[in-house]
C-alpha cells in the first residue's frame, strides 16, 4: 500500500531519528517522487564553537539526516541507509540563534547504493555548507530507534 506524501510527512514528524530530535530538526516537506526532504532548525548556543557559529561536526550530522531521508522517501520501502561515503564543503557560517534549512535529494538511486546531495542555507538562500554521500539500503528489521514526538 502506498502512502501519499502527506500522510508520509505527518508520519515521519511523529518518529524522528534521536539525532534529528536531538538537533531541533522539523521535517518541514518532502517529496517521495523525487527523493527530495527539507528541515527547519534553529541553531541553538549549546551546538556552536567559541565564534558562535554552528560547529562542522553538527553541520555534518544535520546534512547526512537530510540526505538519508531524502533517500528513505524515494526507497518507498522500509529501509536503514548508513553513509558508507562523504564529503561536506563549509561554505559559511551558521550563526547563533539563526534559522538554518537542510535539504536532502537523491542524485541516483540504486538498487544497494544510492547518492545524494544535501545543502545548509540560511533564512536568505545562502548556501552555507554542502554535503555529497553514497549511501548502502539495508531493509530495516525490528522497530528501529527513534524518538516519538508530538510532530
Do not use: W
Not at 63 to 68: E, H, P, S
Not at 109 to 130: C, N, P, Q
Amino acid at each position: 500500500m502506498e502512502t501519499d506524501d502527506a500522510a508520509l510527512l505527518e508520519r515521519m514528524r511523529g518518529r524522528k531519528a534521536a539525532t534529528t530530535a536531538l538537533l531541533g530538526m522539523e521535517l518541514e516537506a518532502l517529496d517521495s517522487a523525487t527523493g527530495f526532504t527539507r528541515y527547519r532548525m534553529v541553531v541553538d548556543a549549546g551546538f556552536c564553537n567559541p565564534m558562535g557559529n554552528l560547529q562542522g561536526g553538527i553541520i555534518t550530522t544535520a546534512l547526512d539526516d537530510a540526505a538519508a531521508t531524502a533517500v528513505i522517501v524515494k526507497a518507498g520501502r522500509r529501509v536503514a541507509v548508513p553513509t558508507i561515503e562523504f564529503k561536506v564543503s563549509f561554505l559559511g557560517p551558521a550563526r547563533m540563534g539563526s534559522t538554518i534549512f537542510c535539504e536532502g535529494r537523491v542524485l541516483k538511486m540504486g538498487r544497494t547504493i544510492s547518492f545524494a546531495e544535501a545543502d545548509l542555507t540560511d533564512e536568505s538562500g545562502k548556501l552555507l555548507a554542502r554535503m555529497s554521500a553514497s549511501m548502502m539500503l539495508v531493509e530495516m528489521e525490528g522497530p528501529g530507534h527513534y524518538v516519538e514526538t508530538n510532530g
